[in-house]
């Protein structure tokens, strides 16, 4: 009798002990996984403050945005603990809640009112899924959305005024519809003196492309399907998303030479070296832009939100940005609660935008400090009101790959027939995965 | 007539001199121009026409081993003044350094060089000598479908690293060597290893047999014939199967970014993860690209002569 | 298993340390069961996911579906062209591996002076990471600040963008980076063939041409020949490079394919079924190949 209680106290003791440790270790170390660029660093920055706050160490671990989402998935997919937390795109929301692969957060959004707290658009597309159903999986971390830079020293040469006058018939100026940013385009594209009209997404290897096509769509008035009865056939092929991919195809007219696999650094990369008049770019890659040591043309580079559709309504833009997920195969996820908590905190947001971050909190994106704290601030603001995204189910990248299968060609080779016989491709495909996957009625 | 062959023959050989040189300076031009880039300000990397004369700098390096963020504000003067001269650097490409309360933040790049060496070497070195031996077994033992098993090892190397890529990912969660250099390096020597086999067997089946034989007969016993005559004589083909695993493993891309999250990551998928922050910095991409080729050429370079030599197969004939 | 070895002297040895059949097992079966574990494992694996509509991001079971995946495969316009758009890279590249190898070979093998080192320098492109290459190698081609265009006077050619000119653009990198491979090996192979039957052609007064076709090439050949397979597997898997420059359709080798089944949209099944195909082809091809090498061999 006294044996067995000495040999439970000893494996108590043992326990104790090794459970000690292994809380311990846990506590003290957290990893967050996102993309490298820019806000990554921002963020490790902000964890930076937070571990001296509470001496929890967190790392935000970083891997190339082509590989982002597969090795996110790759991980979720073989249950493993190695990230604590993610900074997920958007679309993942759908295969991360229903894959088990994140953590049910509704419950931590009613007790801290993350709703209220954040931009409406950003609840909506970072964090609910599916859509209205009041569930929410993720917290609003960085703000993004597609946004134009373009050449004030252009815009503005007196000599160019006077000749897009006689040919067009208005002032130039900051395009207000897709219209005009077509006219400039063709107005700036001189190629005889490697200077083109306008730079856009082409790259089809996942959503960069779309996210330029995106844009024209929302814009035109159009949709990519209702996304709560899954109906796809009439309303992705409509007629203004046949004329928005149109227009899609036509500004690729004035793009620069190979233009055909372009995302964030070439369109940056078009104001830099005097390439291009407008540049469409997601808000996260401007610093770059405002930058003087990375932009020669710094103080001649202005922004402007997504232009509305030719009828000058509605006026829409594509959303990026991430919100952060807590892994449900972690295994510290108090900690990561904990993290959260103090990650919603007004005065942390503050710090998270002055550091370089896209708050979504809406006090501080308000606040004049924000608006006025860069030169695209302001525009960023603006559409963060007015965006809209891709589908967020969890075969949504089979869906990313046909439309690109059928867009990419028609956008830059001109194949495929007429932009409506694209679409109604699409559509097609569309409908039959849908269908296989069960969704809609 | 023989006089007129071989002036003939003799400007032939001119001709053919002048144009390997002149191909070889074509084939090493972009060679050349990511070297120099290495050395590049950023202003310069991607100026047309090229940019061939300038002052060289080494800022690329220091922003390939450190941690920076763009500068989203004016920097202030007085910190600027107080920081050290490479940190300066930095502030005049517009980036800042992160910091860990004083201390610099390294990039991954150094801790993930390492790591490359360790994994490269150790998996050459168990690739090669897998190698050397099975292919002696193989060139000097009969075995029943011998020819089977031969096409068998070479038949792994068919595959797509793609299709054994998910099966792969899971078994190793299962055993636990995710994200552990000795995972890897068992990943890379099963690589490796039917290359290795195919080279070293050409080069076995051209050791006479008689050698061993003879040694035989003095009392050697059939390892220590193995150890002592035949080895050495295959040192040759060792050397050139070790450049080739090693630039193999050394390079490898799709499996060291699937199967390692932080402890075992790799150079080869940070070096163009540097396109990230904005614009590309393609001084900081040549620079990780020209340290990581260092110690390859190294390497190469020490066993050209048995490279040289040794790339034979079954070509040396008697 | 008295016959394992075929050399009488040395039977007396077996009487001394090991056995011979003891390190023909010791020597060869660690190796194979390695490969066993790393090779047949996974094939298992995935073979029986190819019948299944499994898909590894949802927690869901798989679900037998029968040859259902092979016949959506096979039926697919797209995937035809992946294998289309493969068969044309393959042919390219390693036809200008071949051809640039053999060729550089033939100029080197000579007395000239600092022979070692030039071969060496050529090598250096080989041992690069192929996705370090692709990217540098889409800003040389890029018209507006890549330095190629600029060199060859070659304007506003769109290489990369342009649907025509990309997969041989994807393919001129390859074979920038892995004809030093084949030159090794022709090189090996030249310096290999005896002087003597040089001479005895220089006397009997044989044309260049004769020589090159009746004795320099026969005798390179079979090392060509393992070039040549090697170079074809490895063009056969060929991903980071093209993934890496371009995303055209008609760039889209069948690896792209499989790796945007696989880790994009996460269709285990069928990318385990499109798996199957292709390793059902390489094997048939590489099977060819090795029956004429042997074939060569024997002559």
Same mark, same amino acid.
């Given at each position: ?12 003791? %043992? ?9 311990? %270790? ?59 937390? @993610? ?15 994140? @953590? ?183 610093? %770059? ?61 503050? *710090? ?54 059928? @867009? ?27 269908? *296989? ?5 | ?318 | ?42 094939? +298992? ?33 797209? +995937? ?148 040549? +397979? ?70």
């Amino acid at each position: 009798m006294l044996r067995r209680n000495l040999a439970s106290l000893v494996m108590g003791v %043992a326990f104790t002990i090794a459970g000690g440790l292994q809380s311990r %270790a846990q506590a003290e170390e957290l990893t967050i996984f996102w993309a490298e660029w820019d806000p990554a660093n921002y963020l490790q920055e902000l964890a930076n403050l937070y571990t001296a706050e509470t001496g929890v160490t967190v790392t935000v671990q970083t891997t190339p945005w082509p590989d982002f989402q597969t090795k996110a998935f790759a991980e979720f997919n073989a249950k493993g603990d190695a990230f604590d937390m @993610v900074v997920g795109d958007s679309q993942w929301l759908g295969a991360g809640s229903t894959g088990g692969h994140y @953590v049910d957060l509704t419950n931590f959004f009613a007790e801290h009112k993350v709703g209220d707290l954040m931009a409406p658009a950003t609840v909506k597309y970072y964090a609910e899924y599916p859509g209205n159903s009041g569930k929410y999986w993720a917290i609003p971390l960085e703000g993004d959305a597609a946004g134009w830079a373009y050449r004030k020293d252009w815009f503005e040469d007196p000599k160019e005024k006077e000749a897009f006058k006689a040919k067009y018939g208005y002032d130039l100026d900051v395009p207000k519809t897709y219209t005009q940013l077509r006219d400039i385009a063709e107005f700036f594209y001189r190629p005889d003196k490697k200077q083109y009209g306008i730079a856009i997404y082409t790259d089809n290897g996942y959503d960069a492309m779309l996210m330029g096509i995106e844009g024209a769509i929302f814009s035109y008035g159009g949709d990519l399907g209702d996304y709560a009865t899954y109906k796809v056939d009439g309303i992705l092929n409509s007629p203004q998303n046949v004329a928005a991919v149109d227009m899609y195809r036509q500004l690729y007219q004035f793009a620069p030479p190979n233009w055909g696999k372009v995302f964030f650094q070439e369109d940056n990369q078009a104001i830099t070296e005097n390439l291009a008049a407008m540049s469409l770019n997601f808000f996260a890659f401007f610093p %770059a832009l405002a930058n003087k040591a990375t932009n020669p043309n710094a103080d001649v580079t202005g922004y402007f939100a997504n232009p509305a559709g030719p009828d000058g309504k509605p006026q829409h833009a594509a959303l990026g940005g991430q919100g952060i997920s807590i892994v449900s195969y972690s295994k510290k996820q108090d900690a990561s609660f904990k993290f959260l908590e103090w990650f919603i905190k007004d005065e942390t947001q503050k *710090k998270w935008a002055e550091l370089g971050g896209y708050t979504c909190n809406k006090s501080v994106l308000e606040s004049d400090a924000f608006r006025k704290a860069t030169p695209f601030n302001e525009a960023f603001y603006q559409t963060m009101f007015m965006v809209k995204d891709f589908w967020a189910v969890p075969e949504y990248a089979e869906l990313l790959t046909q439309i690109n299968n059928h @867009v990419y060609p028609y956008v830059i080779s001109g194949e495929g027939g007429s932009a409506k016989d694209v679409l109604d491709a699409v559509s097609k495909e569309w409908v039959d995965t849908f269908k *296989k996957y069960g969704r809609g009625g | 007539m023989a006089v007129v062959t071989s002036s003939r023959k003799k400007a032939f050989n001119r001709v053919a001199i002048v144009s390997i040189l002149l191909i070889t300076l074509i084939f090493l031009s972009p060679l050349y121009w990511i070297g120099t880039t290495a050395f590049k300000p950023r202003s310069l990397a991607t100026t047309v026409p090229p940019t061939v004369l300038f002052q060289p700098e080494i800022t690329p390096f220091i922003k390939l081993l450190t941690k920076r963020v763009q500068l989203t504000k004016a920097y202030d003067p007085a910190i600027y003044a107080a920081s050290p001269w490479y940190e300066q650097r930095i502030y005049d490409g517009g980036e800042r350094i992160l910091r860990v309360g004083p201390n610099i933040q390294l990039s991954q790049y150094p801790n993930r060089f390492m790591n490359s060496l360790i994994i490269a070497i150790i998996s050459t070195i168990i690739a090669v000598s897998m190698g050397t031996i099975t292919a002696y077994g193989f060139s000097r033992f009969k075995m029943a479908g011998e020819a089977d098993l031969l096409f068998f090892v070479l038949s792994t190397r068919m595959l797509p690293p793609i299709v054994v890529a998910i099966p792969m990912y899971l078994m190793y969660r299962v055993v636990g060597l995710n994200d552990t250099h000795i995972g890897l390096i068992i990943l890379y020597t099963a690589f490796n290893l039917s290359f290795s086999v195919w080279l070293m067997k050409g080069f076995m089946d051209e050791i006479p047999k008689e050698y061993e034989e003879a040694a035989l007969v003095d009392g050697y016993t059939r390892l220590q014939a193995f150890f002592k005559i035949v080895l050495p004589e295959a040192v040759t083909g060792i050397a050139a199967t070790a450049v080739f695993c090693f630039i193999t493993a050394w390079n490898e891309y799709a499996f060291a970014l699937m199967m390692t999250n932080r402890r075992a990551q790799t150079a080869p998928p940070f070096i163009p993860s540097q396109i990230g922050s904005g614009l590309t910095d393609w001084t900081v991409i040549a620079s990780g690209t020209f340290l990581f080729l260092l110690p390859v050429a190294i390497f190469t370079f020490a066993l050209r002569k048995h490279l040289l030599r040794g790339v034979t197969f079954g070509a040396i004939r008697k | 298993m008295a016959g394992v070895l075929d050399t009488s002297p040395a039977a007396r040895a077996v009487t001394r340390g090991w056995s011979d059949l003891t390190i023909r097992n010791v020597f060869i079966i660690p190796t194979i069961l390695f490969l066993i574990i790393f090779n047949i494992f996974p094939l +298992i694996y995935s073979l029986g996911y190819s019948f299944t509509d499994f898909r590894a991001s949802v927690n869901e079971p798989a679900n037998f579906v029968g040859l259902q995946n092979f016949r959506e495969l096979l039926t697919d316009e797209r +995937i035809w062209n992946n294998f289309w758009v493969t068969a044309k890279y393959v042919i390219v590249s390693v036809g200008g591996q071949m051809t640039v190898g053999f060729g550089l070979a033939l100029l080197l093998n000579r007395a000239m002076p600092a022979k070692g080192l030039i071969t060496t320098l050529l090598l250096l492109p080989m041992m690069m990471s192929a996705a370090v290459v692709g990217l540098f190698w889409r800003l040389l081609y890029d018209p507006s600040w890549g330095p190629l265009n600029y060199a060859l006077g070659l304007g506003d050619l769109a290489w990369l963008s342009n649907a025509d000119v990309a997969l041989y653009a994807v393919a001129i990198t390859d074979i920038w980076m892995w004809a030093p491979f084949v030159m090794l090996l022709s090189l090996a192979g030249l310096s290999a063939v005896p002087q003597h039957l040089y001479e005895a052609a220089a006397i009997d007064r044989a044309s260049a041409w004769y020589t090159f076709s009746r004795i320099t090439l026969p005798l390179v050949t079979p090392l060509l020949l393992i070039a040549l +397979i090697f170079r074809t597997m490895e063009a056969f898997k060929t991903f980071d490079i093209a993934y890496i420059m371009s995303t055209q359709p008609t760039t889209e080798l069948i690896s792209i394919k499989l790796y945007k089944f696989a880790f994009q949209e996460w269709q285990t099944g069928k990318s385990c079924a499109l798996a199957y195909i292709v390793l059902i082809m390489v094997l048939a091809i590489t099977n060819i190949y090795v029956k004429y090498l042997n074939k060569v061999k024997e002559r």
